[in-house]
């Protein structure tokens, strides 16, 4: 947890795809201080006839490298969400070559009992984690 979907358009290679991932847990571990092994990410990737990623008018260039990153997670501060939506277009910028008007970034909020790992315990209410 921090749970991680990312839709691209189709067409990158394994290689790609995982330095990717990489990139996105360095920033997720720098600006959220999880565990390295908390590591959650899906990838779900589209024709570009199924996914339209426009800007919301702010006239920011799109192409066929765009990411779009949504990530469930605890509450976190103003701060730490600032700090992750830098430091993961510089991550995929330095490591990808993914030009930071390619990245959008949604962060959806949940609490503490909105988590199962397994086993069907609520292991950060039962004190687990």
């Known amino acids: 947890m921090p749970l991680l979907r990312i839709d691209l358009y ?29 590591r959650y990410q899906i990838v ?13 008018g702010l ?4 192409t066929e490298k765009f990411v779009m990153i949504q990530v469930t997670t605890r509450p976190r501060t103003r701060e730490q969400k600032e ?3 830098r430091l993961t277009v510089e991550e995929l ?4 070559g993914i030009a930071p ?3 959008m970034i949604n962060l959806v909020s949940c609490t503490d009992e909105d988590w199962s790992f397994g086993l069907g315990r609520a292991q950060f209410l039962t004190g687990e984690l």
């Open 10 to 38: 189709e067409g990158r290679t394994k290689d790609e795809k995982k330095t990717l991932l990489d990139a996105l847990h360095r920033a997720m571990l720098a600006a959220f201080k999880v565990p390295e092994r908390d």
């Open 44 to 56: 779900h990737e589209h024709d570009p006839a199924t996914m339209i990623m426009e800007d919301t």
């Open 59 to 62: 006239d920011i260039p799109r």
């Open 83 to 85: 700090q992750f939506y």
């Open 93 to 96: 910028q330095k490591s990808c």
């Open 101 to 103: 008007s390619d990245v």
